[in-house]
């Protein structure tokens, strides 16, 4: 069994592959899979970033009338459903898939265009960056990432089979879902923290030249996806906009019950509040899964002090693994330049959290259970 409980003897080999959009996901997919032999054709609109993700490897020119065993469309959320009856009549691919971020508004247009949904498996590879363009395009963008497969009832099993062989291709972990439940929840993981980063990003502008630099890592870190194209955005939002409509008001609501708290409530009564939105967000922090397609859970944090010396992580490594305990995941290292030590947490069976701190202890590491 490979990815989320798929059958590999199921799953074509793919050999000839055309990609439908040579942005920063289409031409990332192109790197991806000529790094692993596969025949790749790119089209796209613009003929310049064709030849941009030609020249770095994704892929040749598809020319009129080649055909592809599968082809992904990369294409910005109107135009998929074109693309796709498109290849379809021009009887260029055997199965076709996609890569939008929003499934169910291109199902809808598909099927008002006459789209055969039998080779159409909708699907969503859960990886990007802040740039765009086939410039920024890595062929690593894929790795150890989710890459939604999301069919319908019509979907037939080429299709399917064919678009977890791509995923599998690209270094992702297949995970299945309906198009509605993608919807829903990429407006909570992804599309509202896309505008929340920006709006709040956005404060700076009524700030004077001198209040800017105060600025922290914090707020920096908290307004990364600010710097996103406006317009590929712009079309994912109008494209999802009922389940954003309702996550942005529920998130707003909470904001504005917690702002009615600052302005007339008491000293307490605000520490409540602040409280129980942060450990609200501390819980759904812990929910995460830590690994790409892994059921979200919760593991005991074990934290151990290691000396600034080579070594040492190798060390503590090599010596829980003779008492087999699996390490799930491994956090920052924490670590000041001036100082002689720093810290490292590791993530472990909650069950075995607190004889791994005593063990570490009684064998001389400096070890503490986080809370």
Known sequence: MVGSGWDAAQLPRLRRVGVVGTGLIGTSIGLALSAQGVEVL??????AQVAIAAKMGAGLAWAAGERVEHAVVATPLPTIATEIRALA????????SDAGSVKVRPLVEGVQLGCDLSTWCPAHPIAGRERHGAVSARAD???????AVCPVPHTGAAALHATVALALACGATPVRTTPQRHDEAMATVSHVPQLVASALAGVLVGLSPREVPLAGQGFRDTTRLADSDAELWAGIVEGNRGPIAARMRALGSRLTALADVLDDDAADDVTAAVIGLMRDGHAGRALLPRKAGATARSWGWVGVVLDDRPGQLAAIVGLISTWD?????????????????????????PAVADSLVDRLTCTGWTAYRRS
């Open 141 to 147: 963008l894929f790795a150890e990432r989710v890459w």
């Open 42 to 47: 790119l089209r796209d609109a613009d003929e």
């Open 325 to 349: 305990i699996n390490i799930e995941d491994v956090g920052p290292f924490e670590h000041s330049l001036d100082a002689p030590a720093g810290i490292v947490e590791l993530a472990v069976d």
């Open 89 to 96: 009549r021009g009887g260029l691919a055997d199965t076709v």
